[in-house]
C-alpha cells in the first residue's frame, strides 16, 4: 500500500511537465498560423486558351486588382515567347483577374487604369476575360478564357460603291483594365470604303447607342444615316455579355432600305436618306 500511495504521489508530479509541453505545442501551433495567413498567395497564371487563340507578334496583358478597384500587378507578354504557365506572389485576398491578347495593329495605349482606343481608330482583335480571383488560400490560379471582346460591323451594299465615306458613331473608346467594362466617352471611326462590303470592328460599349453616316467623298454631301440603337435594343443585343457578337447591316441606297442581322436574327427597315 505504500509502494502505491508513493507512486500515487509521484504522478502528479509528472504533470507540470505535460501541461507545459501541451501549452507550449499550442503557441507553436498558433505562431505558425499566423504566419500562414502573412505569408502571400502563390498565384498561377495558365495562358494556355488564350496561347491556342494567339499569332506570333501579339501581346498578352494580364491586370490583377483588388476589391477596390485598385492595381496591384500587371505583366506584358509576347505571345512568341509567353510561358504557357507562370507564377506570381499575391497578399491574401479577393482580387479580378482581367487578361487580354491584343491582335492587329496594337491601336491602344494600356496603364493600369484603363486600355485606350486611339482617336478615330478601329479596335484591334481582342480575346480574353475578366474573371474573380479567390487569393485567400495559399494557392490560387486564373485560366483566363479567349472570349470575343470586339464586335465587327460588317456594312453589305446592293451594288457596288467608289468613294464613299462611312462613319460609325460610337458611344465608349476605352475599357477599364480591371473589368473590361465600357468607359462612357463618344467617338467615331471614320473611313472611305469602295466595293460590295465594308468592316468596321467595334471595342466593347456602354451600351447599343451606334449610328452610322453615309457621305459622298468628292463633296462631303450627307446620302444617309442610321440609328441602330432601337433596333439592337429590340432585339437585345448586349453590349455588356461576355462574348460581343458580330453586326450584319445590309444597306440598299436605291431601294431605302437596310436589313440589320444579328445571330439568326433579322429585321428590316428604312433608312433615312438626304
Known amino acids: 500500500m505504500e509502494k502505491g500511495t508513493h507512486q500515487n504521489d509521484r504522478g502528479p508530479r509528472r504533470h507540470p511537465s505535460l501541461l507545459f509541453t501541451i501549452i507550449a505545442f499550442a503557441l507553436i501551433s498558433c505562431s505558425v498560423k499566423e504566419m500562414r495567413e502573412s505569408c502571400p498567395c502563390r498565384v498561377g497564371l495558365d495562358y494556355s486558351l488564350l496561347l491556342q487563340q494567339a499569332s506570333p507578334g501579339e501581346m498578352i496583358i494580364t491586370t490583377i486588382s483588388d476589391a477596390g478597384g485598385k492595381m496591384r500587378w500587371q505583366g506584358e507578354f509576347l505571345a512568341d515567347t509567353c510561358p504557357v504557365r507562370s507564377g506570381i506572389l499575391l497578399a491574401k485576398g479577393q482580387y479580378t483577374a482581367s487578361s487580354l491578347l491584343f491582335g492587329g495593329d496594337r491601336n491602344w495605349s494600356v496603364d493600369e487604369n484603363e486600355i485606350k482606343l486611339r482617336e478615330g481608330a478601329e479596335a484591334d482583335s481582342l480575346f480574353g476575360e475578366a474573371a474573380p480571383l479567390d487569393a485567400r488560400g495559399e494557392e490560387a490560379e486564373s485560366v483566363p478564357a479567349a472570349l470575343k471582346q470586339f464586335a465587327t460591323l460588317f456594312i453589305r451594299f446592293g451594288s457596288p460603291v467608289s468613294g464613299l465615306e462611312v462613319e460609325v458613331g460610337l458611344n465608349s473608346s476605352s475599357i477599364a483594365s480591371r473589368d473590361l467594362s465600357a468607359a462612357p466617352g463618344?467617338?467615331?471611326?471614320?473611313?472611305?470604303?469602295?466595293?460590295?462590303?465594308?468592316?468596321?470592328?467595334?471595342?466593347?460599349?456602354?451600351?447599343?447607342?451606334?449610328?452610322?453616316?453615309?457621305?459622298?467623298?468628292?463633296?462631303?454631301?450627307?446620302?444617309?444615316?442610321?440609328?441602330?440603337s432601337p433596333l439592337l435594343q429590340k432585339r437585345g443585343y448586349d453590349f455588356k455579355a461576355p462574348e460581343l457578337s458580330d453586326i450584319f447591316l445590309d444597306v440598299d441606297f436605291e431601294a431605302r432600305k437596310a436589313t440589320i442581322e444579328v445571330e439568326g436574327w433579322k429585321e428590316s427597315f428604312i433608312i433615312v436618306t438626304f
Open 186 to 228: 463618344p467617338m467615331a471611326i471614320r473611313r472611305t470604303v469602295s466595293g460590295e462590303m465594308a468592316s468596321f470592328r467595334l471595342p466593347r460599349q456602354c451600351d447599343t447607342d451606334i449610328s452610322v453616316a453615309f457621305n459622298d467623298k468628292a463633296d462631303g454631301r450627307p446620302l444617309a444615316a442610321l440609328d441602330l
